[in-house]
């Protein structure tokens, strides 16, 4: 029976488009576009709708050129080609983050090309760690409470925030459960199964979703020893993306049994903390105690040391770099956390994604070529 529900994850997380038509239908709730990454979600789900993650897609790129130049990164060309086009049109308000010149450019963009649709922009402080800046991001959550308030017409209430804040800290607990049972179990979550199963949370009302990953865990923890061979890795990047590379994993027999992705545990591994009360503070607290997250200033550079240690608590036998092609903030952590790894003697190999990428025979040699290196 868990079985059916790892097809299900799976089938949404491929199937955008149809997992948020049934997640409108069957709980009657608006739609709130979030941008990657770090959205404070809670405050969307307070707000009586669901958040959905805006992270881009396949189709051809026209319409967003007029406002974006070829060099961004795919996801920020997508979201902007779907606006566009429509696909967003009865999405209720999107929230913004600006982590990246990309992101910057396509705040002002958004609310130019689509003034119908609000826009809420959202700035998390360079100096997370200073009273001043856990100050800051408790009255950016704050006015991005605000923002969405006007935008919906509808008032927020603390106790409301509160709640969303214990369903989205169940999901977070439960995902932290199931990517270490998916780890163990790599013949039956397969790399691509546990990329979209993760993925189609971002498409789902958290709650319903968390229900189902629950009943997964349990399936999961009935299940005898793994049969698994293959290769272990940790995969590292914004997404696990086009999914096609992760046929490719799966085909070489490459299990994803950790990750460091955006649309992945970066999401989630990171505990509220219990001795904090004021649920804003809370959230805020979790941005302060964020490590080795490429999106917020760490100046120990903790990102190689954590993918070693990962790679040894998982038994894992690699690290598979997927890096977004024209992300800049991903691509000036590499030389870093390469020189890290080379020294650590974990081998890694370097992929450059793309979302609109067609052709797959050159990772596919690459990846073969990897897998003949370990075996
Ligand atoms: S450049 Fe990177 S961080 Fe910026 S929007 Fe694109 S994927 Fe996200």
Redesign the pocket.
Known sequence: MYRDTIEKLAFNGLNPAKAIEETKASTGKDIVGVF??RTPEEIVYAAGCVPVGMWGGRTELSLADRYLQSFC?S??RTNLEYALRGVYNDVKAVIIPS??D??KCVIENWKLALPKIPTIALAYPQQRRLQSGLEFTVNEIKRVKHELELALHKIITNQQVEEAFNVYEDYRKTMREFTALAAEHPDIVSAKKRYLIIKAGCYMDKAVYTGMIKEINEGLKAEGPSTFKGIRAIVTG?MAEPTEILDIFDENGIAMVGDDLAVGSRLWRTPARDNVEDVYMKMAYMIYDLEGDT?FYDPDKKKGSMMIAMKEELRADCVIVMM?K?????EYDYPIYKEELENAGVPHLYLEVDQQMAGFEQPRTRIQSFCEMLL
Do not use: L
């Not at 024209?326 to 991903?330: A, G, K, L, Y």
């Open positions: 990657p990454i990164c996801v920020m982590f990246c990309s992101m914004i999106f977004m024209f992300c800049d903030p991903e």
